[in-house]
């Protein structure tokens, strides 16, 4: 379950990235809980989520492109020095009572361009890591790294926003970034091979596209993944309504409801984690997508605090068995000179239809309610998954051929200094 941790390079990018990513989860609900605060509006906590969403969408081929030109190590660094900034000054708006949602909206917007660049470089620096016969661990264990701090991140926050406010929050989010930036810089990396020929940024993006859209494994498996990133969003969305006017639990109710799902997630990537060859994760994922619709209907119906957090249990395991299982897979059937631009379309679909969710959480919100609007989704997210069931016997024999013609990727041995 932990080999991808027998690389050194991964367990320097482990621990440095579960700091970072606690503080990011923090932020995430210190600004909703502030939001709601403010405003009590689901239209607005929808808006602001979407604001931190979709500009990740448009920013992500260009991560892609710098992944696949340069260093992936160095673009992190400085995408992890660039998310510094606006967390640093939502927290100083935020502690001297100089907040308003202009500022958030604004702040958001750029928080999520940076993280629209992070995501397709972190995504296909991975393999650099560990090489494709860890891949698998590696990406379970970066789903339970991302929810684990998705467990710890709102409980703190949650006692920390009910007893001194949501800046102290943001300000600690924007420290963290400083454990992964170190864990960067003391990583030996092979060299990795160099294009022999550069051509326009367009025509690199335009072979990506291509390469993504011309074969259907990888096509159906990000449809897919748009539909549970389109479903997933308006539940997180609504959370606060949900904690606050359903359940009566306040803050700290959010921070423990976030945890909830957030622990389901981690056991879900560890079962994950233990399995060591990608056969058989198309019905992982097909298991996954309906297991959460169902998870989320039956989480609609919850009126007792204490079932509704043993609930998002399932909500949490089976989303992230069935989008971890869908990273793994992508990248398994990718070459690395188009990893970078594959996982940015990957990125493109996962945020670019999130924040439609968004939107969709907050309209219907306001509208027919919180529960019900998370019951719709967990309709569509069984639908999206019977469908894919419906295909994967045609599309495994292409998957498999597409993982065959993949040559290694050099990874530096333990103990062998150098760059």
């Not at 482990?14 to 909703?32: E, H, K, N, Y």
């Not at 091979?193 to 291509?210: C, I, K, T, Y």
Request: include cysteine; charged fraction near 15%.
């Amino acid at each position: 379950m932990l080999r991808a941790l027998r690389h050194r390079n991964y367990r320097l990018f482990f621990v440095g990235q579960l700091i970072s990513l606690v503080g990011t989860w923090m932020q995430s609900v210190a600004q909703a809980w502030l939001v709601y605060r403010l405003t009590g509006s689901p239209f607005l906590l929808g808006a602001v989520a979407f604001a931190t969403q979709a500009p990740a969408f448009l920013a992500s081929p260009i991560g892609g492109l710098l992944a696949d030109r340069f260093e992936r190590r160095r673009v992190l660094i400085w995408v992890q020095v660039a998310a510094m900034v606006p967390a640093l000054l939502l927290a100083i708006l935020t502690l001297t009572d100089r907040i308003t949602i202009p500022y958030l909206f604004a702040l958001a917007v750029v928080l999520s361009v940076v993280f629209g660049i992070d995501i397709p470089t972190r995504q296909s620096f991975v393999v650099e890591m560990v090489g494709r016969e860890d891949l698998v661990n590696a990406i379970g264990l970066n789903s339970s790294m991302f929810n684990g701090a998705r467990v710890i991140g709102p409980a703190i926050a949650g006692v920390l926003v009910a007893t001194v406010g949501e800046g102290w929050c943001f300000f600690i989010n924007a420290v963290s970034f400083i454990p992964i930036i170190i864990s960067l810089l003391m990583m030996r990396l092979a060299p990795l091979e160099e294009p022999q020929v550069r051509r326009h940024p367009a025509q690199e993006l335009a072979d990506g596209w291509r390469f993504t859209f011309s074969h259907r494994p990888i096509r159906a498996i990000l449809i897919l993944l748009g539909v549970a990133s389109f479903t997933a969003s308006p539940y997180i969305v609504l959370m606060p309504i949900i904690a606050d006017r359903i359940l009566g639990a306040g803050a700290r109710g959010l921070g423990i409801l976030t945890a909830a799902a957030g622990i389901g997630a981690v056991i879900g990537a560890l079962v994950l984690a233990s399995k060591r060859r990608v056969e058989g994760l198309g019905r992982w994922v097909v298991v996954g997508a309906v297991s959460f619709g169902a998870s989320l209907i039956a989480f609609s119906f919850a009126r007792s605090f204490s079932l509704a957090v043993a609930l998002l249990l399932p909500v949490g395991f089976f989303m992230i068995i069935q989008m971890a299982s869908s990273n793994t897979l992508v990248q398994t059937m990718t070459p690395d000179p188009l990893r970078g631009r594959v996982m940015s379309l990957y990125a493109m679909v996962f945020m670019g239809t999130a924040p439609l969710g968004s939107m969709m959480a907050g309209t219907l919100g306001e509208k027919i309610g919180a529960p019900a609007t998370v019951a719709i989704c967990g309709a569509i997210a069984i639908c999206g998954g019977l469908v894919f069931a419906r295909n994967l016997p045609a599309l495994r024999e292409e998957a498999g051929r597409l993982s065959a013609g993949l040559k290694p990727v050099p990874v530096v041995p333990e103990g062998v200094p150098g760059e």
